[in-house]
């Protein structure tokens, strides 16, 4: 299971955003991570897959935050600026077990995150750009 990555530090592009909820962090948050709701505090922390309870994954963070702060993260929609080059087009992308990361296999609890689809904003006949779907 490889790791994603941010293609630049702190900072995801949300090119459409279908459902999206903003909450507080209970722990600094960097852009493009997991997140899940914590049943306690009914802040956002990191989500990871490696037991049910740590997996209810919510959605992707869409910028960078620290603890106490407010932060918006996309359940259902298009996300860019995740490293997913390596994937094919229409590649699941996983929750992986390292608090926060999404991967390109799944976990120990298996997550999809959503899906590699092509961006069209290029110029035609070139090889379109690489998108996250996010579809929880």
Same mark, same amino acid.
């Given at each position: 299971m490889t790791a994603l990555a941010l293609v630049t530090a702190n900072r995801v592009e949300v090119v459409e955003a279908l459902i999206q909820m903003t909450l507080v962090a209970g722990e600094a948050i960097p852009a493009g991570q997991a997140v899940r !709701?914590?049943?306690?505090?009914?802040?956002?922390?990191?989500?990871?897959?490696? !037991?049910?309870?740590?997996?209810?994954?919510? #959605?992707?963070?869409?910028?960078?935050v620290v603890a106490g702060e407010a932060l918006t993260a996309?359940?259902?929609? /298009?996300?860019?600026?995740?490293? !997913?080059?390596?994937?094919?087009?229409?590649?699941? /992308?996983?929750? #992986?077990?390292?608090?926060?990361?999404?991967?390109?296999?799944? #976990?120990? /609890?298996s997550v999809v995150v959503g899906?590699? !689809?092509?961006?069209?904003?290029?110029?035609? #006949?070139?090889?379109p750009d690489k998108l996250l779907f996010v579809d929880l």
């Amino acid at each position: 299971m490889t790791a994603l990555a941010l293609v630049t530090a702190n900072r995801v592009e949300v090119v459409e955003a279908l459902i999206q909820m903003t909450l507080v962090a209970g722990e600094a948050i960097p852009a493009g991570q997991a997140v899940r !709701i914590d049943g306690t505090t009914g802040k956002f922390t990191k989500a990871n897959g490696t !037991i049910a309870a740590e997996a209810r994954m919510y #959605g992707v963070a869409a910028h960078t935050v620290v603890a106490g702060e407010a932060l918006t993260a996309i359940r259902k929609g /298009v996300m860019d600026g995740i490293d !997913i080059s390596a994937l094919a087009y229409d590649a699941a /992308v996983y929750l #992986g077990d390292t608090d926060g990361t999404l991967a390109d296999a799944a #976990g120990t /609890v298996s997550v999809v995150v959503g899906r590699v !689809i092509p961006g069209t904003s290029v110029t035609l #006949g070139t090889s379109p750009d690489k998108l996250l779907f996010v579809d929880l």
